[in-house]
């Protein structure tokens, strides 16, 4: 798939379910393995994989709502049979067995990858997220649902995850 | 993104949650305002934005998927966090503290925008909803996946939520 | 449609649930039907619609994922309301009383319409699932997701359900 100008691929993650982080990391990496350029557009609740840590807020629905939400890429739970926790739990362990790659893996993997990060502005707005309480990453940026759109324009794979 | 031929989008709202449909709505709206031609195709749990009323059905079990579903923009669930009604409805007072966009104005908007709504006949069907319960809107159509099908193969982008 | 070289569409099936295989199952029929050349990858909870039976396996973790996980089209079920099984139950009655196509007609006939199935293989290695316990089908493939993303690049319409 190396060709003079890369292909690229554009994908939303609005889901913070653990399972379907895994998978759209797997693709991304994928596809940035095999010279493609890839944008990762978060959006609500895929927020959640680039949070570094809370910080105080004042709003108390905006407390509520990211109390809510899970921490990186460690904390977030299942699509399905989440248990209160137990199937992620199992999940990871089942990963070790196997010597699979964990969440925390393919995300480091996706950012020395260089694929390219973008965190919904409208999102952190909502939600009071500041940029400070995001993972550092060169590649990260704040943009709305334009800079998504002109990159799917310019993709050959667009996917909402 | 102005061009002699505009760019097209086509999206499948297959899920009845207000957090995807909002996202849905956003991208459309989006697209819409930078001149694309938007098509949203409605679908199975996605139908129940587009009901004005239920009105009286003669099969029982028709009744009960149709009690189970939604009516309109303002009374559909969060795919997570739910918590029989309480988590949207903390979200919608959040988006009113924060000045943002409801699903209700979201989905006026793409009315106004022209976005082009193609309601399942399909989904219709199965779960018994007469084109008289759906809402008013001159580019409302029945139709059925080869609809979505074509307009999706002259889209730029076309994405499942 | 119909063209001299057919267009494609790869679909990537992440999701096990009854209501969203029916969706992916009706767009790659409607796709094949209109002379498209459909693949589907099957991953992760998606993998149910392709087991035969349970087999024999030794590793705790493997037979607890495995017995959450249902097998085959028929004992999968709903995104939403699925309330322990009565809800793909009801639905599938109501499809009967509709004169609808089931789960399992959609799936016989994507075979019939001899579209492409690849089943992820990291998903099967991780859920301990052998190539002999899937569906015997000739065009059923075991692959990685390089797989789907070279599909894909090719596809005019790639979709993640």
Same mark, same amino acid.
């Given at each position: 798939m190396v060709q003079s100008k890369p292909e690229q691929m554009s994908l939303i993650l609005f889901s913070g379910d653990f399972d379907k982080a895994m998978a759209a990391l797997t693709l991304a990496n994928g596809a940035a393995g095999n010279g493609m350029q890839v944008s990762i557009f978060f959006t609500f609740w895929g927020i959640s994989l680039l949070r570094r840590k809370n910080s105080g807020s004042d709003l108390f629905l905006e407390k509520l709502f990211k109390g809510m939400m899970p921490i990186g890429a460690e904390k977030i739970g299942l699509s399905k049979f989440n248990f209160c926790g137990i199937g992620p739990w199992l999940l990871k362990k089942l990963i070790r067995q196997k010597n699979g790659q964990t969440a925390q893996d393919l995300f480091k993997m996706a950012m020395e990858r260089k694929i390219r990060f973008i965190a919904c502005e409208a999102s952190l707005k909502l939600l009071g997220?500041?940029? !400070? !309480?995001l993972i550092p990453y060169e590649r990260l940026e704040l943009a709305g649902a334009d800079a998504f759109l002109q990159s799917a324009l310019e993709s050959k794979i667009a996917m909402f995850i």
């Open positions: 997220i500041k940029p !400070e !309480e």
